[in-house]
């Protein structure tokens, strides 16, 4: 049976998908995101802390079947579709037990393999870096292209989707691009919900432990008042009996004092895409 290489887990996630969920990080990622708090993850073959089959893994989160009941299980990294094998399985045993599924992905890897495992995911939470072309290569050390053909998949699929954006000072916190942007997940049936993560520095510590040099060094973190304004953006492509939540950002095993303000737009299931 094959082993996933997990990072780390978290048994009482509350902002990885709705309720309370046991969340699993992943190890491994091909992205380069200038941003990321969590270096630790990149490398595929990196140490870890946790090798596990799928069966050994859900015994592991059954142990808090009776916290996770209303929430479910959250599969992060890194980025959790390096090893599709494994997490297909593991969602396939979490649904056997009843418990929801969640997939937080930044679409980049679009396989066969990839687009089976989302025939066990209940949710994805796709990450979007930006819809500049130019941008993203510089953003996350690869192109834009596979992102945008993973949300058409869900869409296809009609598989429920939170997208989620960070927005970057001087990078990505530029009207025109989050007014893109904005219009164009409203055009998706299957977006729910748009969770707005403003940039911040506090995963900087981990490039010092890794001898990294840190790529964004200087650029302060999101005021609440270029928040408030991509909230205002995207308030515009939002249907009127959606919902604005504040909440913290995930913190990551081993990264306690990581926290993030998130504004997020809860959307109605029954609402009609916006269109140009």
Known sequence: ???????????????????????????GCPLRCLYCHNPD????????????TPGEL???????????????????????????EFLKEFFRLCQEQGLHTALDTSGFVCTSKAWEVLDYADLVL???KTLNPDLHPLLAGVKQDNTLLFLDELERRGIDTWIRHVIVPGYTDNDEWLEA????????????????????TMGTYKYEQLGL??????V??????????????????KPENCECDNRPEKVRPNDNHNRKHQITYRQNQNRSPIRD
């Open 1 to 27: 049976m094959i082993k996933g290489k997990i990072h780390s887990l978290e048994s009482f996630g509350t902002v990885d998908g709705p309720g309370i969920r046991f969340v699993v990080f992943m190890q």
């Open 41 to 52: 993850t990149w490398n595929p073959k990196g140490k870890v802390k946790y090798q596990m």
């Open 58 to 84: 859900l015994t592991e989160v059954l142990r808090y079947k009776s916290f996770i009941a209303r929430g479910g299980v959250t599969v992060t990294g890194g980025e959790p579709l390096l090893q599709p």
């Open 126 to 128: 796709l990450d979007i």
């Open 181 to 200: 942007l904005a219009r164009y997940v409203s055009s998706y049936k299957v977006v729910r919900k748009v969770e707005l993560l403003p940039y911040h």
């Open 213 to 218: 040099d840190y790529p964004l060094k200087g």
């Open 220 to 237: 302060e973190p999101l005021s609440k008042e270029r928040l408030d304004n991509a909230k205002a953006i995207f308030s515009r492509y």
